[in-house]
């Protein structure tokens, strides 16, 4: 009788735990889902991402990779000259 008690009690501690890691997990991917580039790009908070490919958006959610030509023109808005337009280059 023992056993079976104490098996019980496992069992609801283990359920317990799963309930609360899969809204842990939950609410954990609401808040990334809100953070990717197609959300933010009428925003004026974010990176304008309007003329960009959509292989170029998917780069920038996927590893934060912004394409080479948005990076020189953000460059040249900030009245910095421009280099030999190298990406990575010496």
């Known amino acids: 009788m023992d056993t079976k008690i104490i098996t019980l ?3 609801g501690v283990v359920v317990s735990f799963v309930g609360l890691q899969s809204y842990q997990i939950s609410s954990l991917k609401n808040t990334i ?3 990717v580039a197609g959300n933010i790009a009428g925003s004026s908070s974010g990176i304008n991402t309007a003329g960009w490919t959509d292989n170029e958006k998917m780069n920038y959610e996927m590893h934060g990779t912004i394409p080479a030509r948005a990076q020189t023109a953000r460059v040249q808005t900030n009245n910095v000259p421009a280099s030999s337009g190298m990406v990575g280059g010496c």
Do not use: E, K, S, V
């Open 9 to 11: 009690i496992l069992l």
């Open 33 to 35: 889902t809100g953070n």
